[in-house]
Nanobody, 115 residues
């Protein structure tokens, strides 16, 4: 059974940092491209950053230069380091597969950035 468990969210002031983590099980993680997505209140879920199975990364323009995605294939985890956070980054953050069919979504982790 596929399970994605996100953690690390919280409340932070603008300009602050957070580090999100996603633990994956039930998938062949080492060959899966993975990504972080987010959904702000009243908006559709959007893609934030992706990493291929060999570590190539791509970012949405809105987070480029501020966020860094990484992965640890030995631990089946994908991480999102978020720096210089802005109120517009407030959302529930999710991880899931990238460049292929999505699997079941986890519960996400709430990130709230105060002005």
């Amino acid at each position: 059974q596929v399970q994605l468990v996100e953690s690390g969210g919280g409340l932070v002031q603008a300009g602050g940092s957070l580090r999100l983590s996603c633990a994956a099980s039930g998938i062949i993680f080492s060959t899966s491209a993975m990504a972080w997505y987010r959904q702000a209140p009243g908006k559709q879920r959007e893609w934030v950053a992706g990493i291929t199975n060999v570590g190539t990364t791509t970012y949405a323009d809105s987070v480029k230069g501020r966020f860094t995605i990484s992965r640890d294939n030995a631990k089946n985890t994908v991480t999102l380091q978020m720096n210089s956070l802005k109120p517009d980054d407030t959302a529930v953050y999710y991880c899931n597969k990238w460049l292929t069919l999505k699997t079941n979504w986890g519960q996400g982790t709430q990130v709230t950035v105060s002005a």
